[in-house]
């Protein structure tokens, strides 16, 4: 996506709000939720991803990125026990997504492996009010004149209009985990250039949020267009192991033709490092340490962001 968040705020008719809902940031706020008590155990998890997982001098990336999100999951599910109601939940891997919309009589279509779904019983309350949705009536979208919305998009000769959830009959009848909660992109191949940018990617988890949420509007309400009498929420979390985007999209409108009228609305927290560094072995220079190996930086509020994300819908 050649323009990254502004482009996909066009294609999805989106209003963008920088930062975390209060909904969110309520969870974060609480000390009785107790985000504080997992700083040691995180401080752990990177270890384990960065150095204790391998034989080798530096961990790739390929390696620790994943390593790293499968143990801060484990975490966050530590958390049922204190709220019995996240056991309800379950993720989905390898996990494809179609999603098919109108937008300025231009057919669009969002579709492939949409990284890791975390489904629940129970969808996540609207975070924004019926008086912030009629005020994104105000809110005029931004324009690429005279470069086209859709300069860089594929064009492919689409046969089927699909909406659809793929493998994981997500939103199927008689599922029960059939609400999607919060999709996880792990960015983590070793060669930089073959990583998505983080504009890059938080576009990418704007369209594959929005394509999730508008799959399910049309299971529940039908495929024609219409402003949703109860909005759908659904997050990403993007990471290459290191750095974190969080995002909470929320659908109100399945009319995408026209610029005009309601717009969805995301809000985004950019480019938050849960550590700066982290040495195998020390930094030496002229036989003078000057950094020692282990962690540096750590930023224990990324992590909490991390589960207060988790924790959204159910606390």
Not at 4 to 26: D, F, N
Not at 170 to 181: E, I, N, Q
Not at 233 to 252: C, P, R
Not at 269 to 289: F, G, H, M, N, W
Request: glycine share 6%.
């Amino acid at each position: 996506v050649f323009a990254g968040v502004r482009q996909a705020q066009w294609l999805t008719k989106t209003k963008l709000v920088e930062g975390l809902p209060p909904s969110v940031q309520s969870i974060l706020d609480n000390p009785a939720h107790g985000l504080q008590e997992h700083e040691e155990r995180v401080k752990d998890a990177i270890s384990h991803a960065r150095f204790w997982d391998t034989t080798e001098v530096i961990t790739k990336r390929e390696r620790f990125c994943p390593v790293l999100f499968e143990d801060l999951i484990h975490l966050c599910r530590l958390m049922s026990r204190k709220y019995p109601a996240l056991s309800k939940r379950m993720l989905a891997r390898n996990y494809s997504i179609a999603a098919t919309w109108e937008r300025e009589s231009i057919l669009l279509q969002v579709r492939g492996l949409n990284g890791i779904l975390m489904n629940s019983m129970t969808p996540i309350p609207p975070v924004a009010s019926k008086e912030e949705i009629l005020a994104t009536k105000e809110h005029v979208l931004e324009t690429f004149h005279p470069i086209l919305p859709t300069i860089d998009l594929q064009e492919v000769h689409v046969y089927r209009l699909l909406n659809d959830t793929g493998k994981s009959s997500c939103f199927r009848d008689g599922y029960p985990y059939s609400h999607p909660h919060t999709l996880f992109f792990l960015e983590s191949a070793n060669i930089c250039p073959d990583r998505f940018r983080p504009e890059q990617l938080r576009a990418k988890m704007l369209m594959f949020a929005f394509g999730n949420a508008l799959a399910k509007a049309k299971v529940l309400y039908g495929n024609d267009p219409k402003v949703l009498e109860q909005p759908i929420v659904v997050q990403s979390i993007g990471t290459d192991g290191q750095l974190f985007q969080f995002m909470v999209f929320q659908l109100n409108t399945t009319d995408l033709v026209s610029g005009d009228g309601i717009k969805n609305l995301v809000w985004i927290d950019s480019d938050q490092k849960l550590y700066e560094t982290a040495l195998c072995i020390p930094k030496i220079k002229k036989r003078v340490v000057l950094k020692p190996a282990g962690i540096h930086g750590f930023q224990p509020d990324t992590f909490k962001k991390f589960l207060a994300l988790y924790l959204h819908g159910t606390v």
